[in-house]
């Protein structure tokens, strides 16, 4: 049943236990729908995107922790079994594939075709050029290769958990930290990049210094991005300062063209036909 035009629930700012990085950006990229999103908790339209996202992660994060020994066919394969999960649970939610997302005037019937092989591709190509890296994950415990790291951070009294997507070392053993991305955007800022940065520094006692974005579209990663000017006081101050603009309820809206992605688009107060109806 399509959702669009019910009334949602708590419209106004929410507490909550603790922060993420995914929190923080989200709010910093658009307001609005991070309101609607996480707080008034708008019923999201499924996209093929997500389901290629999340089984290119969990592929690639088994594929290092068995350090690199199983071939690439093998990682597929973890690919498709978590791709399968994640599109019978979407399809739970929204079984009328005609109103999930697609690009452009794709049908969310071929999106789906294509991204399952493009993600399949993409797992492929993370491996080729993981292979032929300068770089490989430090052991962040014995055993243990450094991905998908948890930590939890205590930023002037906001909490901050989140997990890293790969600590890399060169043979010289500095590190750098980096983040995965299957889509066709690069972030905007290296926010993410820094906040781990932190992060690693807290675990390890070591910062490091650069940080980039493996862009799986292009099976290589971006040119190192330096985090050495960004400080514990500068993400702390991010937290604090998101932490206490989502308690009061203040969310800005920001239209642009993550707008075309965005999963909450039809209840949003600028670009849904509904998103009168859900304004606080």
């Given amino acids: 049943m399509d959702n669009a035009g019910k009334p949602l629930a708590n419209l106004g700012g929410t507490t909550t236990a603790h922060r993420s990085v995914s929190q923080l950006t989200s709010f910093a990229n658009c307001g609005e729908a991070y309101r609607l999103?996480?707080?008034?908790?708008?019923?999201?339209?499924?996209?093929?995107?997500?389901?290629?996202?999340?089984?290119?992660?969990?592929?690639?994060?088994?594929?290092?922790?068995?350090?690199?020994?199983?071939?690439?066919?093998?990682?597929?394969?973890?690919?498709?079994?978590?791709?399968?999960?994640?599109?019978?649970?979407?399809l739970a939610v929204e079984p009328d594939l005609s109103k999930w997302q697609a690009p452009g005037r794709t049908k969310p019937e071929t999106d789906l075709k294509s991204r399952m092989v493009r993600g399949a591709d993409q797992v492929a190509g993370y491996i080729d050029y993981a292979r032929t890296d300068r770089l490989r994950p430090i052991e962040y415990e014995p055993g243990e290769p450094s991905t998908e790291v948890p930590f939890a951070l205590d930023l002037d009294g906001v909490r901050v958990i989140g997990s890293i997507d790969l600590i890399l070392a060169d043979r010289h053993g500095r590190l750098l930290v980096r983040d995965i991305k299957t889509g066709s955007r690069?972030?905007?800022?290296?926010?993410?990049?820094?906040?781990?940065?932190?992060?690693?520094?807290?675990?390890?006692?070591?910062?490091?210094?650069w940080g980039d974005y493996y862009m799986a579209k292009n099976n290589a990663p971006t040119d190192p991005i330096p985090l050495r000017s960004f400080t514990r006081a500068d993400v702390a101050r991010w937290f604090v300062q998101m932490d206490r603009s989502e308690k009061a309820g203040t969310y800005l809206p920001n239209p642009g063209d993550h707008c075309k992605t965005c999963g909450v688009r039809r209840y949003c107060s600028v670009m849904g036909s509904d998103g009168a109806l859900f304004s606080p």
């Fill in 37 to 90: 999103e996480r707080v008034a908790k708008a019923p999201q339209t499924p996209a093929a995107w997500f389901a290629q996202g999340t089984a290119v992660h969990e592929a690639v994060e088994r594929w290092e922790r068995t350090y690199r020994e199983h071939s690439p066919e093998q990682a597929q394969t973890w690919f498709y079994e978590v791709w399968e999960r994640e599109i019978e649970a979407a």
């Fill in 186 to 209: 690069l972030p905007s800022s290296p926010i993410q990049l820094a906040v781990y940065a932190v992060a690693v520094e807290d675990l390890l006692g070591e910062k490091p210094m």
